[in-house]
Nanobody, 125 residues
Framework: QVHVVESGGGSVQAGGSLRLSCAAS????????MGWFRHAPGNDREGVAT???????SYADSVKGLFTISKDKDKNTLYLQMKSLEPEDTAMYSC???????????????????WGQGTKVTVSS
């Protein structure tokens, strides 16, 4: 069992930045991948960024160059640094973890078993 808790969401104006955190605990050694997903009203849950245990990353095309995923291995905490935020980035952001076998499915929400409650990001114009 892996337990993840997100924090860092909030309200910012367009062009602003936020850093989200995801603290992981439990049997984290069983998870080889962690990721950030977002869910806006009326939209499907979208994979934003993932980080594998080999430090390789994947990003949704919409956030490449704007968002950066990283991890503090000593603190077992995953981060998502977001810059140049736009109103379309408004969503509930959730952290997920699991042992992923199919590397082609890293940005697919159903690939992950362990999820946090999410942290809300609101970007105003």
């Amino acid at each position: 069992q892996v337990h993840v808790v997100e924090s860092g969401g909030g309200s910012v104006q367009a062009g602003g930045s936020l850093r989200l955190s995801c603290a992981a605990s439990g049997y984290t050694y069983n998870s080889n991948c962690m990721g950030w997903f977002r869910h806006a009203p009326g939209n499907d849950r979208e994979g934003v960024a993932t980080l594998r245990s080999d430090d390789s990353t994947s990003y949704a095309d919409s956030v490449k160059g704007l968002f950066t995923i990283s991890k503090d291995k000593d603190k077992n905490t995953l981060y998502l640094q977001m810059k140049s935020l736009e109103p379309e980035d408004t969503a509930m952001y959730s952290c997920a973890a699991d042992n992923i076998v199919n590397w082609d499915s890293l940005l697919h929400a159903p690939s992950y078993k362990y999820w946090g409650q999410g942290t809300k990001v609101t970007v105003s114009s």
